[in-house]
């Protein structure tokens, strides 16, 4: 068995890491991971292991995946194995609350949002404790999955009542002050390692579901934004930018080794911070007309951490 490990769940996002690990010679083991059982006896293979789940697992019957995993990557690292974007990571990964909290830590600005677990009656009451307008989200969420945009109470109180309200998989809604954009696209940031790769904007103007992978649309009827042209790249933001520097201090203390975070600039002209996606996907598109490759910068990572665990001649293919 080679020493890295690539623990997922969508065979979709797959081939351009893969990609980025052969062109540097480097052998791995894939895990499969949709459930599991776990000997908590056992010691785990020796190695790096990746960590690719989503928080989206769910849209494709995998969120026994998820729950695996957040008991797996302990057992890893109470092992002491070294894993790209471990439990802390996959913590945020899977929880906007989280989120929000650790970009409050920071000092980063981040929209006005309500948790509410329970009924669709507290859910209503929640809602008119709210400016207008404002949006809904899932707190394990992913691809802007569950995101809708309310304007007037009656149409949310219609939208709960419906057969289209669907909860999220671990039973909190949250509803999120509305950040009108100034231009009509949001930012997401993308840093491996500490560096900072580069910024895409995502057009805004056909919803919410904003996933950058081009891989989405190969069978993933949950992404239909997929390589239809709404990402291009920022070239406001650089390594420069003052949210930037904030977004490397926060993965560093958070334990997070790969990233894509978001934000909007508001019509108030503040700039507002609300996702931050672990299992980043890069737009091969983008990526190719630009001469950018984040996952070579994963991979990158991942051969740096191997050449601090074991000699070059037990690492190659």
């Known amino acids: 068995m080679s020493l890295i490990h690539v623990l997922f769940e969508n065979e979709a996002w797959m081939p351009p890491l893969r990609k980025a690990l052969a062109s540097r010679g480097l052998a791995w083991t894939e895990h499969f991971t949709e459930g599991g059982t776990l000997d908590l006896g ?13 928080p989206s697992s769910h849209t494709r019957g995998h969120q026994g995946g998820v729950t695996y995993l957040q008991s797996y990557l302990h057992h890893l690292e109470a092992h002491g194995r070294r894993v790209i974007n471990g439990s802390n990571a996959f913590a945020l990964e899977v929880s906007k609350v989280r989120q929000d909290l650790a970009l409050r830590r920071h000092g980063i600005l981040t929209p006005r949002t309500l948790a509410i677990v329970g009924d669709k009656a507290r859910l209503k009451r929640a809602a008119r404790t ?8 899932h707190n394990q969420g992913g691809k802007g999955l569950g995101v809708k945009l309310f304007e007037d109470l009656e149409s949310f109180d219609d939208y709960v009542d419906s057969d289209e309200f669907l909860d999220g998989p671990d039973g909190i809604t949250l509803l999120q002050q509305y950040i009108r954009p100034v231009q009509p696209h949001i ?6 390692d500490g560096e900072f790769q580069y910024a895409i904007k995502s057009s805004t103007e056909g919803g919410f579901e ?26 406001s933001v650089s390594a420069d930018h003052p949210l930037v520097a904030k977004y490397i201090a926060l993965m560093d203390a958070e334990g997070l080794d790969v990233a894509g975070i978001e934000f909007v600039e508001g019509e108030d002209g503040l700039l507002y ?3 931050i996606n672990g299992t980043t996907n890069f737009n091969d598109d983008l990526e190719a007309v630009h001469g950018l490759a984040g996952m070579e910068a994963i991979a990158s990572m991942v051969e740096r951490e191997l050449t601090a665990l074991i000699p070059r001649q037990q690492r190659v293919a």
């Open 130 to 137: 709210l400016d207008l307008p404002f949006i809904t989200k």
């Open 210 to 235: 904003l996933c950058p992978a081009k891989e989405c649309d190969a069978g993933d009827a949950f992404c239909p934004v997929a390589g239809t042209g709404k990402f291009n790249l920022d070239e």
């Open 42 to 54: 056992e010691e785990p293979p020796s190695g790096i292991y990746i960590n690719r789940m989503s």
């Open 187 to 192: 930012t997401r940031v993308e840093i491996v």
């Open 273 to 275: 911070t609300y996702d």
